[in-house]
């Protein structure tokens, strides 16, 4: 039988509502009721603790030095009112952790901790609408979504392809006063000409050939929440009228006449085209821009939000393996700052894409290292173009940087008044071992898979290499 992970929720004495045994089909799960924290197990893989009351308890700033790298969760209930950024900074002062929303869906295995500043409020809200905004880019997409989500106003989503649109879309449906209602997601561009009308606005019998029932179209599918109309550029001129008449009466005319039907409904639509150039050009009308053009909302290429490039590896990481029935796998330290550094003209969507692939073809190695993104360097050849030239901070990658580097790489050539070739192979060995043991959480088994050793060689090792007395070392584990 296989071993569950285990994960340790300190409530800080508030209730869990069950949601322990709700975990329980993914996690061997520990509770600490006590208002006052203890210090997780030694071997526990996840510590959860509730992000309860303005402050962090004093006990969990002495804690952090203890645990390394644990990862650490910050539990929001989905109904908790907004912290203020004080409140914020003092418990992102704990360190490396992440923030999340405490529901019925267990946190995911695999989840690594951040570096780096602490998740602004508003992003771990988003974290229950599948974002990530982390970045003063996102911040102000979030802030607008939020603004409309209050209202029925139209929304014109603009931005490169792959940049998550109609997950924004999708959000700003959720947010609304009735997140149940239906969504109904229309791609413009993937239906031809003469049949987008009838799609969106439906039709009666007997209004063309092959129209034997009367067809409500998306527009009434979608009454009392959201129609969304993905690349909208590429309507045409006929479907355009009947649009602007939708947005200006709220009443739908079927083709094949009858009487107009109202409806209630949020749109939102999206282009990553520049749609003033189209209504200059004349294939776009100019007063259908402006009705579309009540809540404009700018989707940042990824290359400008870099900071959020680790959070959306491990989302699509832990994604993709529950998806393809695989056990979660871990990233490398070295892959952020890799992927970080590349420019991603396909955006999210290439990052899914190639985390993806990289899961697919690592077989059944646990970590994943520089070299499963090799085949990125033949689909990116070059550095981001001077203008969206990386924050300070991030290197442009060279196709290099993602292959096992040489030994001149690491200062090794040899000097002309030679060198102890012990001692570097045990610095070399010391430095493979922390950092194997800094992946795996000081997972020692782990580690030593990691380096291909028994964990008892593994342990002399360490002793040899003075990395923990004998004595700590053999009861470890």
Not at 220 to 230: C, N, Q, S, W, Y
Not at 340 to 350: E, K, T
Request: some cysteine.
């Amino acid at each position: 039988m296989t071993q569950l992970p285990r994960l340790h929720w300190s409530t800080l004495g508030d209730d869990t509502g069950g949601l322990e045994h709700r975990w329980a089909a993914l996690w061997d799960v520990t509770l600490d009721r006590g208002a006052s924290p203890a210090l997780a197990p030694r071997d526990v893989d996840l510590w959860v603790i509730s992000a309860k009351g303005a402050w962090p308890p004093p006990e969990l700033n002495r804690m952090m030095a203890e645990v390394a790298a644990l990862p650490i969760l910050l539990g929001l209930k989905p109904d908790t009112a907004p912290m203020d950024p004080k409140a914020l900074a003092e418990w992102g002062s704990l360190g490396s952790v992440r923030w999340g929303v405490l529901g019925p869906e267990p946190p995911m295995p695999g989840l690594r901790p951040r570096s780096g500043t602490t998740t602004q409020l508003s992003a771990s809200q988003a974290l229950a609408f599948g974002l990530v905004g982390t970045s003063p880019a996102m911040q102000d997409v979030l802030i607008r979504a939020r603004a409309a989500a209050a209202t029925r106003a139209t929304v014109l989503l603009l931005g490169e392809s792959g940049t998550g649109k109609e997950v924004i879309a999708r959000a700003i449906h959720r947010m609304g006063a009735d997140p149940a209602s239906p969504f109904v997601a229309v791609h413009c561009g993937a239906i031809p000409e003469n049949l987008l009308e009838s799609e969106l606005f439906g039709y009666n019998k007997g209004a063309f050939t092959d129209a034997r029932k009367d067809t409500p179209g998306k527009f009434r599918e979608a009454h009392g929440g959201t129609v969304f109309l993905d690349e909208v550029g590429t309507m045409p001129l006929g479907a355009q009228v009947r649009l602007l008449r939708v947005l200006q009466e709220r009443e739908v005319q079927p083709l094949g006449g009858g009487a107009p039907v109202k409806v209630d409904v949020r749109v939102v639509t999206a282009s990553n085209v520049d749609l003033w150039k189209k209504v200059q050009d004349g294939s776009f009308r100019e007063d259908l821009f402006y009705r579309l053009e009540v809540v404009p909302i700018t989707m940042p290429p990824l290359r400008a939000r870099r900071e959020e490039v680790p959070f959306l590896a491990q989302h699509f990481l832990n994604r993709k393996a529950r998806e393809h029935g695989l056990y979660p796998k871990a990233l490398h330290p070295s892959v952020d700052p890799l992927l970080m550094s590349l420019p991603w003209p396909g955006n999210v969507r290439q990052l899914e894409n190639a985390i993806e692939r990289a899961i697919v073809l690592s077989g059944t190695r646990p970590v994943l290292t520089r070299e499963d993104f090799t085949f990125l360097a033949e689909r990116m050849g070059e550095a981001p173009p001077a203008q969206e030239s990386p924050r300070p901070g991030f290197q442009p990658f060279s196709a290099e940087a993602f292959t096992s580097q040489s030994p001149a790489a690491f200062g090794m050539d040899l000097p002309a008044e030679g060198l102890d070739l012990n001692q570097v192979v045990s610095d070399m060995e010391k430095t493979l071992m922390l950092q194997s043991l800094a992946i795996t959480r000081g997972n020692k088994k782990r580690a030593a898979d990691l380096l291909g050793l028994k964990r008892t060689t593994f342990l002399e090792k360490m002793k040899r290499l003075d990395l923990e007395d004998a004595e700590s070392a053999e009861a470890a584990e």
